[in-house]
């Protein structure tokens, strides 16, 4: 576990001018674990463009005793113990460099169900991220990932906004299906690599080869996930305003800060109408804060009753 008060402490030192082997030796360990807490405590960079992270999770099963497969209620005290689920891997980019990150637990760690080392890389990332985006984020990737990082306490990640495709997707259109390789196989994108139940039961046994092509399985779902995302982003309405993010006072897109809108007509309220625009880059559609009827227009205008 790594302890909040000495990894800040760490720092201080290390920016005060001490180096790394002077505080491994102060504080008998090794020199890595001296980095590791210095990675943990690492200020949130200050950019002026908001660091998007794409990203997904694959966690093991779950092992508990039944009396039987038709209709059953597993209670909670049915788990075996130390046989809850772990995280085997998980895989990240950021949205504008091509790079792919990812970590995946040992055939030892696997067998011992620990992933405590495998978690801080995506814990920094994380960190460091203005918005995330996963497929089933709010209600899978984001909170199993907290309930990971309180067990080890680790402290809660900076603030950051999700983008959470199924969500959007299921919002927006009335598909058969909306998970990630049914959407992407409709809108001939990057499909899913093949999987089985098989897989998983060889990675909780340690197995490299599985754990290797888990990886892999992992990698490839953060591509599909952005050409997804990259798809149905012109669509989204509650995408996060990036031109929050960047200091710049000039008109541009909310969704990828281009400067290229065109004017094409109204967004009309119950009370106002406002000029929209449509961005040349993304198509986008985005709206000026600003209402575009008369003062007199406002005073004079009736509204429906709410009820």
């Known amino acids: 576990m790594i302890c909040t008060d000495k990894a ?14 002077e ?36 966690t093991s099963t779950v092992w508990a005793r039944l009396w039987g497969i038709r209709k059953q209620h597993v209670g909670h005290y049915q788990v075996i113990e130390g046989k809850e689920w772990f995280t085997i891997s998980w895989s990240a ?27 801080m890389g995506i814990w920094n990332l994380i960190n460091e991220a203005d918005i995330t985006i ?13 309930g990971r990082f309180v067990i080890l306490d680790l402290p809660k990640p900076g603030s950051f906004e999700i983008i959470d495709t199924l ?12 998970k990630l390789d049914y ?24 197995d490299q080869e599985s754990l290797d092509y888990m990886l892999q399985y992992n990698q490839s779902d953060v591509i599909a996930l952005k050409e997804l995302y990259l798809k149905i982003r ?38 106002s109408s406002f000029p929209e625009f449509r961005c040349n880059d993304c198509t986008s559609l985005v709206r000026s804060r600003f209402s575009e009827t008369s003062k007199g227009k406002r005073r004079n205008l009736l509204v429906p009753i709410a009820r």
Not at 13 to 21: P, T
Not at 38 to 54: E, G, M, R, T, Y
Not at 105 to 117: C, F, G, I, W, Y
Not at 134 to 146: E, G, M, P, S
């Open 23 to 58: 505080l491994a030796r102060l504080y008998g360990v090794r020199e890595d674990t001296i980095r590791r807490y210095l990675d943990f405590s690492k200020p949130k960079p200050k950019s002026k463009a908001p660091k998007i992270l794409l990203f997904d999770i694959e």
């Open 167 to 178: 969500i959007q997707a299921q919002k927006q259109f009335a598909f058969t299906s909306h």
């Open 183 to 206: 959407l992407n196989t409709l809108f001939s994108l990057r499909k899913k690599d093949p999987t089985d139940f098989d897989l998983w039961i060889k990675c909780e046994e340690g």
């Open 8 to 21: 800040r402490q760490i720092r201080t030192m290390v920016d005060s001018g001490i180096c790394e082997n």
């Open 93 to 119: 980019m950021w949205l504008h460099d091509g790079k792919i990150m990812s970590d995946c637990v040992t055939p030892k760690q696997a067998l011992m169900r620990n992933d405590e080392s495998v978690l």
């Open 134 to 146: 996963a497929h089933n984020a709010k209600r899978f990737d984001v909170r199993k990932l907290n």
């Open 234 to 271: 012109p669509w989204m309405t509650s995408h996060p305003n990036l031109a929050l993010y960047v200091d710049d006072e000039e008109k541009m897109c909310t969704v990828c800060m281009s400067k290229r809108l065109t004017r094409e007509g109204s967004y009309h309220t119950v009370a």
